[in-house]
């Protein structure tokens, strides 16, 4: 290849947001996401091991899968049923710190739950994030019913829902893509593949080399992405969004990310994945593989970065002070929304 062809493929690599319609603010502020959610995350595991956390469950390394993904979603308007590790496509859709520090220090103001689940079990009705159990998967079923509500009253909506390659062994996951591929749904499921349900590696977990091929068996589209490309999720999100909001049908988009850190606070990965491995895999960074990209595009200076990451580290250290500060639950209203509050009539 000559150096004008190369200089030229290049440019077309650096520019590919271009292509996409993605104007340099929207990407900007997609790289900030990015960073907060890392930041956050961070934070949290800090305050797991200051004893005021109790658990915590990581997205660290998913982060351009989810705020690809959310790029192509309507906030208030599409639904997300999210997974344990979806902080950053919960921040990409309107969640705030403070309200992701109010449910890790439990307390009242939490408008995931009120201070009564544990954190990562994300809900924000004006977001139309919807809550979901510790069970893994059965918020699959429950953005089926979403996606199959929206078509019986005729809304422009579309559900997603996320789910770890281990919860495609679920039940559930079966049943809900078996029922919106019968019923052609406005459904999207995307698997956050990152090669572990907590300990147990992908060979162990299937027969296929990416979920995206099981798709055919239910009558659905399946795409393959690398998770750690921003972009190339988004264009794979925005395509499935624009087919399910046409009545064409769901899709499965399997992504292909990378565990950063043990599967929870509870987990140590260094008993099963070997050094080599995870050495590997920190050399995978999607922040900072997408500010790679947004430098060479001349889309981001070097001290836009550091006010980028400056700013989220004080709003991180704002939230952190006034949810420690918050007030807790109320013991007197343990039972709300658990059982009925009136009688028959």
């Known amino acids: 290849m000559s150096e004008d062809a190369s200089a030229r493929a290049t440019r077309a690599r650096e520019l590919r947001h271009e ?42 390394g998913h982060e351009a899968a989810q705020v690809g993904a959310a790029a192509a979603l309507r906030p208030g308007v599409d639904w997300l049923c999210p997974y344990y590790r979806d902080l950053a496509f919960c921040l990409a859709l309107g969640l705030t710190p403070l309200d992701f520090m109010l449910s890790v220090f439990a307390r009242r103001d939490d408008p995931s739950s009120g201070g009564r689940q544990m954190p990562s079990h994300f809900s924000l009705p004006k977001a139309h994030i919807a809550t979901t159990s510790s069970t893994v998967a059965t918020q699959v079923i429950h953005a089926v019913g979403i996606a199959y509500a929206a078509r019986a009253r005729g809304l422009d909506e579309v559900a997603v829902t996320c789910v770890g390659e281990g919860s495609t062994s679920k039940g559930d996951w079966h049943e809900g893509l078996n029922f919106a591929g019968v019923h052609r749904l406005p459904f999207i499921c995307i698997v956050q593949d990152n090669d572990y349900a907590i300990s147990v590696p992908h060979r162990l977990q299937m027969g296929v080399d990416s979920v995206a091929a099981r798709a055919a068996g239910y009558g659905m589209a399946g795409v393959t992405v690398d998770g750690g490309d921003l972009l190339a999720v988004y264009e794979a999100t925005r395509e499935a969004v624009e087919k399910g909001r046409s009545g064409r049908g769901p899709t499965l988009i399997v992504a292909k990310v990378a565990r950063f850190t043990s599967h929870s606070s509870d987990d140590d990965q260094r008993r099963y994945r070997p050094p080599e491995e995870l050495e590997a895999m920190l050399r995978r960074d999607p922040v900072e593989r997408f500010r790679t990209y947004l430098q060479q595009a001349s889309l981001l200076s070097d001290q836009d970065d550091e006010r980028i990451q400056q700013e989220c580290t004080s709003e991180v250290d704002r939230a952190v002070q006034i949810a420690e500060a918050a007030e807790p639950p109320d013991a007197s209203d343990i039972y709300r929304h658990v059982f009925s509050e009136s009688g028959p009539g």
């Open 19 to 60: 292509a996409l319609g993605l104007e340099p603010e929207r990407l900007l502020t997609m790289y900030r996401q990015m960073v907060l959610a890392r930041a956050i995350d961070r934070r949290m595991w800090v305050l797991n091991r200051q004893g005021k956390a109790p658990f915590v469950i990581s997205g660290q």
